[in-house]
């Protein structure tokens, strides 16, 4: 076996728990899967319990691990509370956190609505720091990770939802500002930059992502997944941000 082979045998995570949000499809049930792979016992939050009780029955039987489920609304400080307890309750502790609960509403600054902007508002920004705030401490205990899910949108201007965009961008600078204070606490803070993701983002405003693009074209799910596992199996360092891209994202962008 090569240095470089022991290595890939080393990045699993054995004996680890993680928390997952927005776990009910997508990114989250990619990750879902990518970690129980990894050997992660797997706490899933979302809305939607029938969904996500199905997901935890096909992670236990897949990969052998075990999977609890807690639904609720990441806007509510209560169910990051409840999420955090649950995991470190039933499955005895916290090693990984991967903040990927998130949405976009509207478009137009001149015409969105209160509730488009305050569903953005409250489910990126707010739910993440809810999120952070509750796993912090048992992340220094375990000497864990946390990954927050950005966007392309958090990096460069978004001139068809600005709002979206600084929800985003918001998500990027407390997650780095995060990472700097705690960095001595050995915690692990990453941000994983995606562009479009086939998953079902969109579908409250039309047509889906997995629909509006042809399987190949954008980024998948699964790709997302492995990046968040890759951030999450760093004994020792950050991964700090990882920017998945389309190929043809620049072309037109400026």
Do not use: C
């Not at 470089?4 to 990045?11: F, S, Y």
């Not at 009910?24 to 990750?31: H, L, M, R």
Request: no cysteine; proline share 4%; aromatic share 8%.
């Amino acid at each position: 076996m090569t240095e470089h082979d022991a290595g890939l045998e080393e990045a699993t995570l054995e004996n680890a728990t993680a928390l997952i949000t927005g776990a009910s499809s997508g990114i989250g049930e990619a990750t879902a899967g990518a970690l129980a792979a990894r050997g992660a016992d797997v706490a899933l939050l979302a809305r939607r319990r029938e969904r996500l009780e199905a997901i935890a029955e096909t992670v236990e039987s897949e990969y052998d691990v075990e999977a609890v489920v807690v639904d609720g609304d990441v806007r509510e400080p209560e169910t990051s509370t409840a999420a955090v307890e649950t995991a470190v309750d039933r499955l005895g502790g916290l090693d990984v956190v991967v903040a990927n609960a998130g949405l976009g509403r509207g478009g137009d600054v001149e015409t969105m609505t209160d509730e488009e902007y305050f569903a953005m508002q409250e489910t990126n920004v707010d739910g993440t720091f809810f999120l952070t705030r509750e796993a912090l401490p048992h992340l220094r205990e375990s000497a864990g990770t946390l990954v927050v899910v950005g966007s392309f949108a958090g990096k460069f201007p978004r001139p068809f939802n600005p709002v979206y965009a600084a929800s985003k961008w918001w998500v990027r600078g407390f997650a780095r500002s995060v990472a700097a204070q705690v960095g001595d606490d050995d915690v692990a803070v990453s941000v994983i930059n995606p562009s479009e993701v086939r998953t079902e983002f969109g579908s409250e405003e039309g047509e889906p992502f997995e629909e509006r693009f042809e399987p190949g074209s954008v980024t998948e799910p699964e790709e997302v997944a492995e990046a968040i596992a890759f951030a999450a199996t760093r004994p020792g360092s950050t991964a700090q941000e990882i920017d998945l891209f389309r190929r043809d994202k620049f072309a037109d962008t400026f």
